[in-house]
């Protein structure tokens, strides 16, 4: 068990770790995370 595959490794990180549906989870959380910064960034320059 690697702790730093957790917190950096993404979704195959998260999968080795802490279980398939945990890793989901936390991929889709950053991704929509991302994408409200992206969409932010458009929005307010």
Known sequence: MNFWGCDY???VGGAE???YG???GFALI???FILLI???AAWFC
Do not use: N, Q
Request: contains cysteine; charged residues 5%.
């Open 17 to 19: 770790c802490c279980g």
């Open 30 to 32: 950053v991704v929509l």
């Open 38 to 40: 992206i969409v932010g």
């Open 9 to 11: 490794g993404g979704p």
């Open 22 to 24: 945990s890793g989901r």
